[in-house]
């Protein structure tokens, strides 16, 4: 009697005990890939004009490493809408998404336009090595030197 009373309540402690950590161990690693992201991003400041309406990225040469996660934050201080078009460097970045305000917007991107005064951060990891252009889809815009470069490394 005294032994079957002891092994119940040792089986059940034992499995609560089991499932606690079980739960634990869940949320951890819940937790942990998002932790290890956060504190790995880079942050990356890209304006596109200035406030004196000249066509160009600020700035216009961008370099990043393969494998990395970057948060691009683009802004455009400038009266006019522009893009920020880098289609090829796009096809070699896995894009975790592009937020703007409260929206989180996810899946593949090859282009943002930003309207006067927007702010958008476009979150990716570049996963080849090359070099890529940029430039502002508005006609007009790339010819007046509103182009760039995007240099990735290993
Ligand atoms: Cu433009």
Redesign the pocket.
Known sequence: MIISIYSVLNRTIGRSLLLFSLILLFFALLAMPDALANSDEIQTQVS??NNAGE?KFFPSELEFKTGKQYKILLDNPSP?K??FTAKDFADVSWTKKVQVGKVEVKGAIHELELQPGATAEWVLTPMKPGKYELH?S?KG?AAAG?VGEIIVEN
């Open positions: 596109l004009g066509l006019v522009h893009y502002c508005i815009h509103m």
